[in-house]
């Protein structure tokens, strides 16, 4: 009887712990986090206030552009 249980309870637990459904979903608003800080960084630099990072990265965007 002891055995079954513990049987079960491996079972459900393990059911728990392979359930995978929402990881893909975490991705996917860590991919829009990063469009969105370099979409604002792009954002300042176009208009005149961003220095330093901001044009780093504007010039190296422009420059993958050109590269195509």
């Known amino acids: 009887m ?3 249980l513990m049987i079960k309870s ?3 637990m393990n ?3 392979n ?3 929402g990881a ?5 608003v ?3 986090l990063v469009v969105l800080a370099v979409m604002a960084a792009v954002a ?3 208009e005149g206030n961003g220095d330093g990072i901001a044009s780093a ?3 190296r965007i422009s420059q993958m552009i050109s590269d195509i």
């Open 2 to 4: 002891l055995n079954k």
């Open 10 to 12: 491996k079972e459900t």
């Open 15 to 17: 059911q728990y712990v």
């Open 19 to 21: 359930n995978e459904e």
């Open 24 to 28: 893909q979903a975490l991705e996917w």
């Open 30 to 32: 860590a991919l829009g």
């Open 44 to 46: 300042t630099a176009v």
């Open 57 to 59: 990265i504007v010039d």
